[in-house]
């Protein structure tokens, strides 16, 4: 027995035989919606892992530009990246340790924080490996970016109209359907202007 409701393209009672969201129940459609492009998103991309090498690289290329304490380089890859390539602490302090190791950079205690410059030498590798794209900037890896971070902002639109439609009010849920409407006539416009 079909329980599916004219116009319902999922199916009917308990997502029906699709599987689908309940438009019956408009709340939990819209969270079901969410959840299941939320988890595309997520299942399509994850955190972008890139090479120790690409490590040793930024933070070459970073401090080519000038000194830096460890958690600034941290940030500076973060933002130059467009936000998909955060590197741990625990990648970025074994890196400069190695490198000052070679003799690449030194460290200097400033205002009880180590702050790193090249050396000579480190100058001259960084100068070397400028010849190449930053690894936030290779062609590969800037696609990467680019769909990464559009993966990430439609996972977290996702998130947020699930959480509205769990906890709004019907005002709120409506008010939420709106935006959202707005958004996906504002992102085919985008893709009508190119």
Do not use: C
Not at 16 to 22: E, K, L, R, V
Not at 108 to 122: D, I, N, V
Not at 156 to 173: C, E, F, N, S, Y
């Amino acid at each position: 027995m079909n329980t599916s409701m004219p116009g319902n393209p999922f199916g009917g009672s308990n997502g029906g035989p699709t599987g689908g969201p309940d438009f019956r129940r408009p709340a939990a459609a819209i969270f079901e919606v969410m959840d299941q492009l939320r988890s595309a998103f997520e299942q399509r991309t994850g955190p972008t892992r890139m090479a120790r090498g690409d490590v040793r690289t930024a933070v070459l290329s970073l401090l080519a530009e000038g000194p830096m304490h460890g958690y600034q380089i941290i940030h500076e890859i973060e933002e130059r990246s467009g936000g998909t390539w955060k590197p741990s602490a625990g990648s970025v302090y074994p890196t400069l340790q190695l490198l000052a190791d070679e003799g690449l950079i030194t460290a200097e205690e400033r205002g009880g924080r180590k702050t790193y410059s090249l050396t000579e030498a480190g100058q001259e590798t960084a100068d070397a490996a400028a010849e190449e794209p930053a690894p936030w900037e290779a062609s590969g890896s800037r696609t990467a970016f680019k769909h990464s971070a559009l993966a990430k902002s439609g996972a977290d639109l996702a998130g947020a109209a699930a959480q509205v439609a769990r906890t709004g009010t019907p005002d709120q849920i409506e008010k939420a359907a709106a935006v959202l409407d707005d958004a996906r006539r504002k992102l085919y416009a985008i893709l009508a202007d190119a």
